[in-house]
T-cell receptor, first 110, second 116 residues
Framework: GIQVEQSPPDLILQEGANSTLRCNFSDSVNNLQWFHQNPWGQLINLFYIPSGTKQNGRLSATTVATERYSLLYISSSQTTDSGVYFCAVVGSGNTGKLIFGQGTTLQVKP | GAVVSQHPSWVICKSGTSVKIECRSLDFQATTMFWYRQFPKQSLMLMATSNEGSKATYEQGVEKDKFLINHASLTLSTLTVTSAHPEDSSFYIC????????????FGQGTRLTVV
């Protein structure tokens, strides 16, 4: 099956700093999503981005499907950005069955 | 985006009892829903695919007799953890696919199960 690798596993930032999270996947995909898991466990949809670039406020994401990676950019980080960021993909021929990476745990310090 | 609601948010049960978790799609119909499990400090792992009107499909290593899934309507899937043991304590979370994109998944709030 598809392998999803995220890096770095842990990241500590000072408030106001920028960061880039990376997601590599081992095969072609139908879907790629980025999520933020809050302290209560809820998964917040950040981006649905099987290819291309999207921006939403201080966050943006780019997926280069041909090279099998996606990047999540966080600019001017805030303490509320802290949490775990997951990348998840759906393999070709599947619908809805997400394969998750191991996540990046982000801590933003004031 | 699509709204998925899960209930309860947390539950504590005694070892040997059964617990039912509900997952509802609130503003769309979902012929397929998905159940995941997450242990502390780990990622989410797909347990099973819930299919409306037919049997669920379980991932390798997931006991179908222990984790009973029923998808009796187009807006409701239930996961019943039968004869729960402490090792079943985990975070269970469901998802459904937004029919307008047919691929973007939305998640319920999750259920934290503690078996004592």
């Amino acid at each position: 099956g598809i392998q999803v690798e995220q890096s770095p596993p842990d990241l500590i930032l000072q408030e106001g700093a920028n960061s880039t999270l990376r997601c590599n996947f081992s095969d072609s995909v139908n879907n790629l999503q980025w999520f933020h898991q809050n302290p209560w466990g809820q998964l917040i949809n950040l981006f649905y981005i099987p290819s291309g670039t999207k921006q939403n406020g201080r966050l943006s994401a780019t997926t280069v499907a041909t090279e099998r990676y996606s990047l999540l950019y966080i600019s001017s980080s805030q303490t509320t950005d802290s949490g775990v960021y997951f990348c998840a993909v759906v393999g070709s021929g599947n619908t809805g069955k997400l394969i998750f990476g191991q996540g990046t745990t982000l801590q933003v310090k004031p | 985006g699509a709204v998925v609601s899960q209930h309860p948010s947390w539950v504590i049960c005694k070892s040997g009892t059964s617990v039912k978790i509900e997952c509802r799609s609130l503003d769309f119909q979902a012929t397929t829903m998905f159940w995941y499990r997450q242990f502390p400090k780990q990622s989410l792992m797909l347990m099973a695919t819930s299919n409306e009107g037919s049997k669920a499909t379980y991932e390798q290593g997931v006991e179908k007799d222990k984790f009973l899934i029923n998808h009796a309507s187009l807006t409701l899937s239930t996961l019943t953890v039968t004869s729960a043991h402490p090792e079943d304590s985990s975070f269970y979370i469901c998802s459904a696919v937004d029919p307008s994109t047919d691929t973007e998944a939305f998640f319920g709030q999750g259920t934290r199960l503690t078996v004592v």
